[in-house]
């Protein structure tokens, strides 16, 4: 079987998955499923670039997802004039001395020669800029966090349309992305994985605390929609709407939210397929076969004259803007940021189990990694049930062995994707479908 053949047999048979759910589940959880499939292969696609590309091993996904998402808040939301009022200007402030407190220590450490006096005076400098932007920056934060804590309690954004969000959550990633790789890139692998792990905890940590940012834990509610895609209730209260769904057989609610779901997965097709177009022909180019030669040998590479440290950084920012404009989609679709929410075993273990499975190094392989297993991350459970219900169904009920196997179908997830990653690396280790 030739390798195209074989690959287009795999992405059929994906689809079959889905068609069979479909008909046994209907279109739209199907829907809801392949827009959060959609969503991981663009993360997917992100880790690639950095693992497939430049074997960099990053397992802080959930950071720049995270960050993606504070993106959408940040452009979409309308601001909120009370707290600027209260402390707007003071939390600006705060942070503004912040950045110069760090920008002026490290001037100084650069500047002043090694001894005792530079070390004195970077921790001076550290030291009092700390005080100043605390007291600054706590009466800010606390009265804007004070203005309607229950419905606002936040600075909120700036009202732009939210498909501007898309692009700005790829650009905050990248710049937390920039400021991580000039720390961690000259690390080990195994080093940088930890680094990398640390900050994105740091991220959720600050999500989680800062409430005047983004509400905390109290998440925020009622982000909009990008057009063109419309609102349940504006549908149904179209005139004939009611008679056409019915006309198909559908109730007027249930073609309102399969409706809205096709025009959710037509947005994010447009936007995986212009990101795979970009990455094939960036793959294809010099960049992208010097990229693959740093990989493979990074001593050879530096020693033909290549900046592997300055390549590294660039593909773990570009990798990370990736991640980030999956974030920002997918607070899009959900219509909230829930910074509790953001688990690492979601957000990073299995988007790394995406490109694994799907094929490291080969886009086309990560789009199908991510179709693949959010398929089998959300099916699993309700077939591991009615499989284990089916099994224990002679037994007499009340008894232990039968309530302890429908218990555990809860746990059929995490067996299914360890057992699934076990037969790749077995029999396919270089993924579904392998890099060329």
């Known amino acids: 079987m030739s390798i195209p053949y074989r690959n287009l047999m795999l992405f059929a048979g994906v689809a079959v998955l889905y068609a069979a759910t479909a008909m046994i589940y209907g279109w739209n959880l199907t829907l809801a499923i392949v827009n959060m499939a959609l969503i991981g292969a663009i993360m997917a696609l992100g880790v690639n670039m950095q693992w497939g590309y ?13 960050l993606g998402g504070l993106a959408a808040v940040v452009v979409s939301m309308p601001p909120v004039p009370e707290a600027w009022a209260a402390g707007g200007m003071g939390v600006i402030l705060g942070l503004l001395i912040g950045a110069a407190t760090v920008i002026a220590a490290m001037m100084i450490w ?30 800010a934060t606390a009265a804007v966090e004070a203005v309607n804590p229950a419905g606002t309690g936040y600075l909120g954004g700036m009202g ?26 000259g690390l080990r692998s195994d080093y940088l994985a930890i680094a990398t792990l640390g900050i994105s905890e740091i991220v959720i940590a600050v999500l989680k605390n800062e409430d005047w940012l983004a509400r905390g834990v109290k998440n925020v509610t009622g982000i909009p929609r990008p057009w063109p895609v419309p609102y349940e209730v504006a549908l149904q209260q179209r005139p004939g709407f009611g008679d056409w769904a019915s006309g198909l057989g559908f109730d007027p609610a249930t073609a309102s939210s399969i409706i809205v779901k096709l025009g959710y997965a037509g947005l994010f097709l447009v936007v995986i397929l212009v990101i795979v177009v970009a990455l094939e022909l960036a793959l294809k180019s010099p960049w992208g076969r010097m990229m693959r030669a740093i990989r493979d040998n990074e001593v050879a590479a530096a020693a033909m004259g290549k900046d592997v440290t ?5 593909v773990f920012v570009l ?6 404009v999956a974030g920002a989609m997918m607070t899009t679709l959900d219509g909230q ?3 509790g929410s953001y688990q690492p075993l979601r957000f990073t273990f299995l988007v790394w189990v995406m490109v694994v499975v799907g094929g490291s190094g080969n886009n086309w392989g990560s ?5 693949l297993i959010w398929w089998l991350w959300v099916m699993v459970e309700p077939l591991g049930l009615a499989v284990m219900q089916a099994v224990t169904a002679g037994m007499a009920d009340g008894h232990w062995l039968k309530a302890h196997l429908l218990d555990s179908a809860a746990h059929m997830r995490l ?3 360890g057992v699934l990653l076990l037969v790749v690396l077995r029999f396919s280790p270089r993924g579904l479908i392998p890099e060329k």
């Open 54 to 66: 430049a074997g960099l091993f990053n397992i802080g996904v959930m950071g720049f997802v995270a």
């Open 110 to 139: 650069a500047r002043m020669p090694k001894g005792r006096a530079r070390g004195v005076l970077v921790a001076g400098v550290l030291l009092a800029g700390f005080f100043l932007f605390r007291a600054v920056f706590d009466p």
């Open 160 to 185: 732009l349309p939210v498909l501007l969000a898309w692009p700005a959550g790829g650009v905050l990633a990248a710049g937390a992305a920039w400021l991580i790789g000039k720390t961690a890139l």
């Open 310 to 314: 300055a390549r590294h950084l660039q």
């Open 319 to 324: 990798g990370s803007a990736i991640v980030g």
């Open 337 to 339: 940021l829930t910074p």
């Open 367 to 371: 789009v199908l990694g991510g179709l």
């Open 415 to 417: 067996l299914t994707m």
